[in-house]
């Protein structure tokens, strides 16, 4: 346990691409949001917070993907027709991208949710 509880300080629309970035708990600011680069973890091990209580977004997630993948690929043919690039060039640059974009999108949209959730279950102590 840390000594500063509040995780007041660093809220705001930074402070949620962090926690997503980082997976952190919305209790006790550890990393410990994400078992997986994109699966939430049942609880948190460090403060032993029930995040399958605010994780909501589980039946949206697939929805969220296949947008993410329809932005990539208008991306990818507005790139392929103005600049025209090696095959090669495109596959190396979309893989990691297109990889690094759903996993990090699925996480920012997983822990905006699960602190939305969070924030209102105990928003009678603000
Ligand atoms: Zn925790």
Redesign the pocket.
């Known amino acids: 346990m840390r000594s500063d509880e509040s995780p007041d300080t660093t809220k705001g629309q930074s402070g949620i691409f962090r926690a997503a970035l980082l997976g952190l708990?919305?209790?006790?600011?550890?990393p410990?949001?994400f078992e997986a680069p994109a699966r939430v973890a049942l609880e948190?091990?460090?403060?032993?917070?029930d995040f399958t209580k605010y994780e909501r977004g589980g039946r949206v997630s697939g929805l969220f993907t296949v947008m993410i993948a329809i932005i990539l690929i208008v991306l990818a043919v507005l790139i392929e027709s103005a600049f025209r690039p090696p095959l090669w060039l495109q596959a190396a640059f979309w893989a990691p991208v297109t990889v690094g974009t759903v996993i990090y999108g699925l996480r920012l949209f997983k822990t905006v949710l699960l602190y939305a959730a969070f924030e209102n279950a105990g928003e009678r102590s603000e």
Do not use: F, I
């Not at 708990?25 to 550890?30: A, F, G, H, L, V």
């Not at 948190?44 to 917070?49: I, W």
């Open positions: 708990c919305p209790q006790c600011s550890e410990t949001l948190c091990p460090n403060c032993g917070l």
